[in-house]
Every structure is written in C-alpha cells, then in structure tokens.
C-alpha cells in the first residue's frame, strides 16, 4: 500500500508557482531614464539638430531651424527640461500600453487588475498559440477570447502554458 509522501519529501509533487509575465519596476525605471535622457538630450542639442534638419526636405524643417534658433537664456534652460517632461510622458505611455500576463494553477489573467482583465478559468481553456506575433487563446466552444501581444517572450510563455499542464500550439 502506497504511503502518502511528507511535506519535505523532494519526490512530492509541489503546486507551481505562478508565471507573471509584465514590466518590473526595473523595467519601467529604465525605460523612464532611457525616455527622459533622450528628451533632455533633444531639448540640448536641438540647435544643432534644427540646423542639420533645414538642409534635408522633412515635413516642417522650417518650422524646426526657427525654433532651435532662439538662444534667450530662459528658451535654453527650458527646452531641456521640456525634453525631459515629454520623455517622462513617453515612459508613462509605454509602461500602459504593456499587457501582463499570468498563468496559474486556476486559469489565466491578462490584463492589469486595475482594468478589468480578461480571466479565462482552466475549465474553459483549449489551447494557446503565437500566431503572426501575437497570443491566441482559444476558448472550449473554439472562441477566440484574446489576441494581442503580451509581455514576455515566446518561448519562455510557451513553457509556462505547458509547465502548468495547459495546451500549447495550434489545433
């Protein structure tokens, strides 16, 4: 007769932990310092960067070299810290238009918690798959409830879908 394992038993089957795929806040502060660097950079050569666009046919060169050329004290302390403000703005808008994915033992959240997620419960899931760069989720009744990209890359969402024993590939 079998003898159910002990909790220290490494042979015991452990319930997975679950796989998160979404931006860290590592992530975003990086992002933020790359975007605000680069804006901060652009407000303090944009002089440079005016004068080489008036030589090549760019919708509003013109526009462009007319403003780089005001040189007033106050114009070259704010076009810098202009910069870094759109470069602030730019970080908060990659940092939102990122969808996190969660894959458990019950089911699968995508979405943020904050924003009314798309939960599909382990009983009405078929399958998953990449198709043309985005993830497919395929419902019991053949619907498709999500298609889109999601943090992450490939391979390792491939591997959480089958570690946690869902389906993984195209029916």
Not at 88 to 98: Q, R
Not at 136 to 147: I, M, P, S, W, Y
Request: aromatic share 8%; hydrophobic share 45%; with cysteine.
């Amino acid at each position: 007769m079998d003898q159910p394992r002990q909790k220290n038993d490494p042979t015991a089957r452990q319930p997975h932990t679950a796989a998160t795929f979404a931006l860290s806040r590592t992530d975003v502060v990086v992002i933020g310092l790359v975007c605000i660097g680069i804006g901060v950079a652009l407000g303090f050569f944009l002089p440079a960067l005016g004068s080489i666009a008036a030589t090549f046919p760019i919708p509003f060169g013109d526009v462009i070299e007319k403003l780089s050329r005001f040189d007033q004290a106050w114009v070259v302390i704010a076009r810098p810290i202009i910069g870094g403000a759109l470069g602030l703005i730019a970080t908060f808008v990659i940092a939102a238009s990122t969808t996190p994915l969660r894959i458990d033992e019950h089911g699968i959240t995508i979405g943020r918690d904050d924003d009314h997620p798309l939960r599909i419960s382990r009983s009405s899931f078929s399958t998953a798959y990449f198709a043309e760069g985005k993830l497919v989720v395929v419902t019991e009744g053949g619907h498709q409830a999500f298609k889109g990209t999601v943090e992450g890359k490939k391979a390792a969402i491939a591997e959480a879908f089958t570690s946690h024993g869902y389906r993984w590939g195209e029916i």
